[in-house]
């Protein structure tokens, strides 16, 4: 099993930045692509960024490229969602996810079969 605990999310101006963590145990991190997803209130979940094991290949949505980075450190099982420039549309609930049976990141909430509890980032106008 996978256990993964984002944090970081909270309340910012427009135009200011957040940085979300995901903390993984119980499965071979380095070894598995990771994505952040968002979903807004009566809205989809939607992706966000998707990073593969290795850190090598990053994918973004087009909303979010040039604003949003996404990190990982393996030696701390941890990844990281850097967010600047941050906008109102970008209010949500952020989710990680890992897939276990890939090392290169999709765009589909299909592919990942272990997700954290989300935290809530909300930007004022």
């Known amino acids: 099993q996978v256990q993964l605990v984002e944090s970081g999310g909270g309340l910012v101006q427009a135009g200011g930045s957040l940085r979300l963590s995901c903390a993984a145990s119980g499965r071979t991190f380095s070894s598995h692509a990771m994505g952040w997803f968002r979903q807004a209130p009566g809205k989809e979940r939607e992706f966000v960024a998707g990073?593969?094991?290795?850190?090598?290949?990053?994918l973004y949505a087009d909303s979010v490229k040039g604003r949003f980075t996404a990190s990982r450190d393996n030696a701390k099982n941890t990844v990281f969602l850097q967010m600047n420039s941050l906008k109102p549309e970008d209010t949500a609930v952020y989710y990680c996810a890992l897939d276990s049976d890939s090392a290169i990141a999709t765009i589909s909430t299909q592919s990942y079969n272990y997700w954290g509890q989300g935290t809530q980032v909300t930007v004022s106008s």
């Open positions: 990073i593969s094991n290795s850190g090598g290949i990053t």
